[in-house]
T-cell receptor
């Protein structure tokens, strides 16, 4: 069964450092997303991406965040200068219809 | 805007007990409704879905019926197992070019032997 894959599964970084979270969406999907889940809280939408541009972004997705589809398969989320409050689980998703397929998540810990 | 309200946990049940987790929603447009499950230390898995009114989604003994008149999508299971212990998220997306998912806060279920 096709699936969304994310790497790494866990990343620890120092405050102020840049991190790149990687995702490989399902191959025939056209819409891609990043979500965030701070520990113990709800899953929040960050950004959606279609046709090589952002379709929608939330207020969480400020100038420190960026997304890119550098090639035909990867979809990345970059956090330019991490803050302690960026510590969370980050989920990538892709869709081609009403159902969103989520990856297993990357747990980002900022120390 | 779109929002999902679900009962806050934790919910603690004995094995073989009946489970109900309430979920109501508000949406602009006609939503598809979902229940996702997150097992400890794992990602989000789609448990079941319904895309139109009166549809019943079902999977692994769990069921939920799309009730447009009450804007609800309550999750039920007749007999829970210890392995059902997880966090359950009610969610919706509105049909359109892309499917941004709006999640409820999640309900932690703990099933004890």
């Amino acid at each position: 069964e096709p699936e969304v894959t994310q790497t790494p599964s866990h990343q620890v970084t120092q405050m102020g450092q840049e991190v790149i979270l990687r995702c490989v969406p399902i191959s025939n999907h056209l819409y891609f997303y990043w979500y965030r889940q701070i520990l113990g809280q709800k899953v929040e939408f960050l950004v959606s991406f279609y046709n090589n541009e952002i379709s929608e972004k939330s207020e969480i997705f400020d100038d420190q965040f960026s997304v890119e589809r550098p090639d035909g398969s990867n979809f990345t989320l970059k956090i330019r200068s991490t803050k302690l409050e960026d510590s969370a689980m980050y989920f990538c998703a892709s869709t081609q219809g009403p159902e969103a397929f989520f990856g297993q998540g990357t747990r980002l810990t900022v120390v | 805007g779109n929002s999902v309200t679900q009962m806050e946990g934790p919910v603690t049940l004995s094995e073989e007990a009946f489970l109900t987790i309430n979920c109501t929603y508000t949406a602009t447009g006609y939503p598809s409704l979902f229940w996702y499950v997150q097992y400890p230390g794992e990602g989000l898995q789609l448990l079941l879905k319904a895309t139109k009114a009166d549809d019943k989604g079902s999977n692994k003994g769990f069921e939920a019926t799309y009730r447009k008149e009450t804007t609800s999508f309550h999750l039920e299971k007749g007999s829970v197992q210890v392995s059902d212990s997880a966090v359950y998220f009610c969610a919706l997306s509105v049909t359109g070019g892309y499917q941004k998912v709006t999640f409820g806060i999640g309900t932690k279920l703990q099933v004890i032997p």
